[in-house]
């Protein structure tokens, strides 16, 4: 493995590489589904598994180690189980993760383990049911529930619970869900709202993580957690005497862009070097037309020196990217 080709042209090592596996999802997220039409990629324009894999293993040449997958909803695909099998078993890859909405872990939760899926991400954004069900438009908490619990009893770890802020919605849950962190070694992450795509809840005036962190130290003192290596841009913490820890991602109020070591493949096989920017490549033309892996190690090259340095959004500036999340990839 080359560890050192991957650097943009702001000396940042890019190591991280996300891969959406599907567009589809089985909710309908309030904050992350377009208003109205879905739009849907053919079958035929969403890249084939042998087609990602190669992608990953020439990425890993130059230098990416860490792989996290996702969707749209992954655990929807099928076939996603050899996937993962196989994703395991590439030199270099040393950590995969994977982001779901829980709702097919229980049912999966035994064949994640045995393909070599250690770290679960799961998103949560209400610990009520009825709540979950106006977010998500399904009545599924009770079923997401029974996953994530499965999941800690087959030890899975970290298993970390995202928690989009949402004004309005579930601003009156944080206190719940930080509570969690007593009774579990769960790492609760709190998300500021982004301005993707066409969504139906607002993002004027997002909740920051300042005021999200104010809410929640009113139950204990929150101590820092120092990062790891694999480590993500979330600033952790932990209560005195807690089994989990509480994590803050800012990408609006504080954003982590100077030390943003990630790539995103969407489903259709474009490579986007920043979530908040609809700068990208196209891999999947040169990969059908039968580019070799040299050709195609160029096209990430270049995406990865085009990296912008920093995205635009901020508190008071919160122009919307226009791609969705869902085609884009958490
Ligand atoms: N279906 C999977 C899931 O629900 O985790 C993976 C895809 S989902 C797009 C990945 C992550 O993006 C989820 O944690 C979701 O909460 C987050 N997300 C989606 N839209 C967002 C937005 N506008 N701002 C912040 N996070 C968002």
């Not at 908490?141 to 499965?150: D, L």
Request: charged letters at 25%.
């Amino acid at each position: 493995m080359n560890d050192s080709v991957l650097s943009d042209n702001h000396n940042r090592k890019i190591n991280y590489l996300r891969v959406s596996l599907t567009d589809r999802c089985n909710l309908k997220c309030i904050y992350c589904r377009p208003i109205g039409e879905i739009p849907r990629l053919k079958h035929s324009d969403i890249l084939r598994y042998e087609e990602i894999l190669r992608i990953i293993n020439i990425s890993s040449d130059l230098g990416v180690s860490k792989i996290r997958v996702t969707g749209g909803e992954p655990l929807l695909r099928k076939g996603v189980f050899g996937f993962l099998y196989d994703l395991n078993h590439i030199s270099g890859i040393e950590d995969i993760s994977l982001t779901t909405n829980g709702v097919f872990l229980s049912e999966n939760i035994k064949k994640i383990k045995a393909v070599g899926i250690q770290r679960l991400n799961i998103s949560l954004d209400s610990l009520d049911p009825r709540k979950f069900k106006k977010i998500t438009g399904h009545d599924l908490f009770h079923q997401v529930w029974k996953g994530i619990e499965q999941a800690h009893a087959l030890n899975f770890n970290p298993i970390k619970i995202n928690v989009v802020a949402l004004k309005g919605v579930n601003d009156d849950e944080f206190l719940r869900f930080a509570e969690l962190t007593f009774s579990y070694p769960f790492h609760v992450r709190f998300i500021e709202h982004m301005p993707i795509g066409n969504a139906a809840v607002s993002s004027y005036r997002p909740l920051l993580s300042s005021e999200i962190k104010d809410t929640v130290s009113s139950i204990g003192k929150l101590v820092p957690v120092n990062k790891g290596l694999f480590d993500g841009p979330a600033d952790r913490y932990r209560f005195e005497g807690a089994a989990g820890e509480i994590g803050f991602i800012s990408p609006i109020s504080h954003h982590f862009c100077e030390t943003c070591n990630r790539l995103r493949l969407t489903a259709s096989g474009h490579l986007r070097p920043c979530l908040l920017s609809d700068y990208n490549e196209d891999l999947k033309t040169p990969l059908r037309k039968g580019f070799s892996d040299n050709a195609l190690a160029e096209i990430i090259l270049r995406a990865v020196k085009n990296k912008p340095s920093q995205h635009r959004l901020s508190p008071n500036h919160l122009n919307p990217v226009s791609s969705q999340m869902s085609s884009i990839g958490g």
